[in-house]
């Protein structure tokens, strides 16, 4: 067995001797930002929308003048906040059949968490600044690196200025691409840097103020290390394909396994750059020359070369991109090796499928590893030259992530093994449709998320064609109204409308009577224009006839019934066409369904109005009025 190398205390790893400001200060006297950046699913965007936001992220990376570190930081999900509030619900909930399905869903959570490994995805950037006031080398640049390390953070403060224009820079570049972003607080980055030199399985568990960020103990060999009870082992890219797919970090970001990936990108000098491929296309040049003076077969590979080479140079010429230094680097962590030697494998293989090799250097590890952290130090500092376009490729930003603090689970997502938990009447738009084939359980479906709704406190109101949600609504305490033409259970199409806080009474009647026009439309069928202007009319009369109309207080009176616009369209012009078509809806065969006063209370959490025994004509003509009431 190899020995462990000593590294003395452990606070010697962490780089970090400040965090103030929401800035950290390093031993070194560099200061970091650090931003947290929400992921977003590309596979969800058209591909015009793709290629929409990587130019951005290209027009980021174009922008920089300044070294910057993306990180993705993936653990185990934490999901005890969330099963607290549900079971703080629980306690409250009063109907015995609520309360069963509150038990059974936290067990059937508890149950597939301790089962499967749901791992989520945070993303950070990194802004580094590091003071720096003259340009010189050797001793003199030793001097004038010990006396920027030993500056008090006072001084250093006065650098925090310059930080913050950087990271405001980084923050519009993101915001152009889409992508929600925060500048991290003291307390986030304390818990950030705490949880990097502490690795747990799971995270966001309540950790004391005063616990050091340092690591309790380290033990290093030479392929991998062990920070406290984990086993850690970190790897390099080596080597690139000619061409990177634009999501090619994808399958490696969503494996389901504990890991921090570093990117480091850092910009070239565009002169310095062109000047050394200047040398380089020289070099390749007089290769080929003097393999033909040889007589030699040609080579490809170095007529590859000279191709790819002329090609930047004419790109870095124009300034249509830039040269950039990147550097990736990965570390995952296990209980036991066995366990490392298996991550190792597939993250191994997930790279080969891309035509990327990694690398797990010897003696190298610790070295590698802290070059992952979220602090943007490079300490390995194994690059690559990569112009704009491949380095766009390493958009990091990538998660099919479905899961939050709040709403109820859908389901398992089956790009990352994480649950699908959201609320999705707190998204921009809350409509959903269920598509499956015939007996594959869309009813059942619709049902479960009807009574974990119902468990999250959401009123819900069911348009029943077949009667299926009559008996669940009865078991829920909810209340159940048959609409049909002998029905004792009625709506006013005609009722007045509620005026929602701060919304103008004139602006919602006007709303409203456009709406009921809408509904008479589709009981009398078509229409002329003509007749169109004479309903319309002959609605704001019918209002009018019983004091309602803009300008007035209309709360206290009483609506008018259908029958009363048909007596008003029989005294308009025009409009005895239009009081016949609607004639059946008053005194004919329909009457007992659309012309009565509204006997129906909705005040319950679960409401369900039964169409089924409404004539299938009659249906879309029931369906807008409930909607409207």
């Known amino acids: 067995m190899p020995k462990s190398e000593s590294i003395g205390s452990t606070n010697s790893v962490v780089d970090i001797k400040e965090i103030r400001n929401n800035t950290i200060f390093l031993k070194d006297g560099g200061i970091r930002k650090v931003i947290m950046v929400a992921g977003i699913n590309l596979d969800l965007k058209s591909e015009e929308e793709q290629n929409s936001i990587i130019s951005a992220f290209q027009n980021l990376l174009n922008s920089l003048d300044f070294n910057i570190q993306f990180n993705i930081h993936s653990r185990r999900l934490a999901i005890r906040e969330y099963l607290e509030n549900i079971k703080e619900k629980m306690v409250q909930e009063e109907n015995p059949l609520i309360k069963g399905q509150f038990a059974e869903y936290i067990k059937f959570i508890e149950d597939f968490v301790s089962e499967n490994a749901i791992v989520e995805k945070s993303f950070f950037v990194t802004v580094p600044f590091r003071p720096v006031t003259i340009a010189s080398v050797g001793k003199k640049r030793k001097e004038e690196d010990k006396r920027i390390a030993n500056m008090p953070i006072e001084e250093l ?219 943007a130090k490079n300490d390995l500092d194994v690059t690559f030259g990569m112009n704009t376009s491949p380095a766009s490729a390493f958009f990091p930003f990538i998660s099919p992530d479905l899961t939050s603090d709040e709403g109820i689970m859908y389901g398992l997502n089956l790009h ?71 029905s004792k259970d009625s709506i006013n199409p005609f009722d007045i409308p509620i005026i929602p806080e701060g919304e103008d009474e004139s602006e919602v009647l006007q709303s409203h009577i456009a709406s009921l026009t809408g509904l008479i439309k589709l009981m009398v069928g078509e229409v002329t224009p003509g007749e169109e202007g004479i309903l319309d009319r002959a609605i704001t009369e019918t209002y009018a006839a019983r004091d309602i109309a803009p300008g007035r207080d209309f709360k206290e009176a009483e609506p008018p019934l259908l029958e009363d616009l048909e007596n008003i369209l029989r005294s308009m012009d025009g409009g005895k066409n239009l009081a016949d078509r609607l004639y059946r809806f008053t005194k004919g065969s329909y009457a007992g369904f659309t012309n009565r006063p509204t006997n129906i209370d909705v005040r319950n959490k679960v409401i369900v109005f039964s169409i089924r025994d409404l004539e299938e004509e009659l249906r879309p003509i029931a369906m807008y009025i409930i909607l409207n009431y």
């Open 157 to 375: 403060m006065q650098y925090t200025e310059k930080l913050n224009f950087r990271t405001e820079q980084v923050l519009q570049g993101l915001r152009q691409i889409g992508l929600r972003a925060v500048v991290l607080n003291d307390i986030e980055l304390k818990e950030l840097c705490r949880n990097f030199y502490n690795p747990k399985t799971t995270e966001r568990e309540p950790v004391p103020e005063e616990e050091p960020i340092a690591s309790q103990k380290i033990e290093i060999k030479p392929d991998y290390i062990k920070v406290n009870d984990k086993f850690v082992k970190s790897f390099f890219v080596i080597n690139y394909p000619r061409y990177l797919a634009a999501s090619w970090l994808d399958p490696i970001i969503n494996l389901p396994e504990l890991m921090d990936i570093s990117i480091h990108i850092s910009p070239v000098d565009t002169a310095i750059a062109l000047k050394n491929l200047s040398k380089k296309s020289a070099s390749i040049s007089a290769a080929i020359a003097e393999r033909e003076e040889k007589g030699l077969v040609r080579d490809p590979g170095l007529e590859t070369a000279l191709l790819d080479t002329e090609t930047l140079r004419d790109t870095l010429q124009q300034t249509r991109e830039r040269l950039f230094a990147v550097s990736l680097y990965c570390a995952i962590y296990a209980d036991t090796l066995d366990e490392i030697k298996k991550i190792e494998y597939q993250i191994a293989s997930t790279f080969e499928r891309s035509l990327v090799t990694i690398k797990s250097p010897m003696f190298e590890q610790i070295k590698l590893w802290t070059s992952t952290a979220p602090i």
């Open 416 to 486: 990352n093994n994480t649950l699908v938990i959201f609320d999705r009447f707190n998204l921009e738009n809350h409509n959903s449709v269920i598509f499956a084939k015939s007996g594959a359980g869309k009813s059942y479906a619709a049902k479960l998320e009807l009574l974990r709704s119902i468990m999250m406190g959401t009123d819900v109101l069911i348009i029943d064609p077949e009667n299926e949600y009559e008996a669940l609504s009865e078991a829920v305490g909810g209340e159940t109204f048959k609409i049909s033409l002998t």
